[in-house]
């Protein structure tokens, strides 16, 4: 049998038998975990960024959200179906969205922001799992130093109402 033939009849991602860094992309890319679906595209995690810098129900179109985000109308137009199918948004007239206020997705993400948020400004507790023990000790019971994620991050756009 000559290379050409054994290379058809093996796995085409088979490099060493592990597959390739390709087809390990590309598997995660059609089965995303929940993070990676949200962040799949540079302008859907700043979008999911900007949505996390709103209040709770806070109401927008397409065309406000897009400037706290740094992105276009369109590509907010976009990614708004999948934030819509996983509960993050909810529509109020096809014009105007509302951020879920009970959404499990957001909750969870705010969860995430604040653990970051402590591990880099070194105050995370066990909670978080802080990797200096001593510094766990200290900070044990102080949550008013951990930053949540929302409040401590400056937004581009000053004035947030509820209503855009």
């Known amino acids: ?3 050409s033939e054994s290379d058809s009849s093996r796995d085409p991602t088979d490099v ?12 995660r890319q059609e089965h995303p975990s929940g993070w990676l679906e949200l962040a799949m ?3 859907r995690a700043l979008l ?3 949505i996390l810098d709103s ?3 806070h109401e927008f179109t397409t065309g406000t959200i897009s400037e706290r985000a740094g992105i276009t109308p369109q590509a907010v137009r976009d990614h708004l179906d999948v934030l819509v199918d996983r509960g993050v948004v909810a529509s109020v007239d096809g014009t105007t969205y509302r951020i ?24 995370a507790d066990e909670r978080f799992g802080g990797t200096d023990p001593d510094e766990r000790a200290d900070n044990a019971g102080d949550t008013e ?13 000053r004035s947030v109402s509820n209503a855009d």
């Open 1 to 3: 049998m000559d290379e």
């Open 16 to 27: 060493g038998g592990r597959p390739s860094l390709d087809e390990i992309k590309r598997m």
């Open 41 to 43: 595209t540079p302008a």
């Open 48 to 50: 999911v960024d900007a």
């Open 55 to 57: 209040p709770p129900g």
């Open 100 to 123: 879920v206020d009970d959404s499990v997705v957001l909750r969870e993400l705010e969860e995430l922001n604040a653990a970051v948020g402590a591990v880099r400004a070194g105050v």
């Open 145 to 157: 130093s951990i930053p949540t994620g929302r409040a401590e991050r400056p937004t581009p756009n």
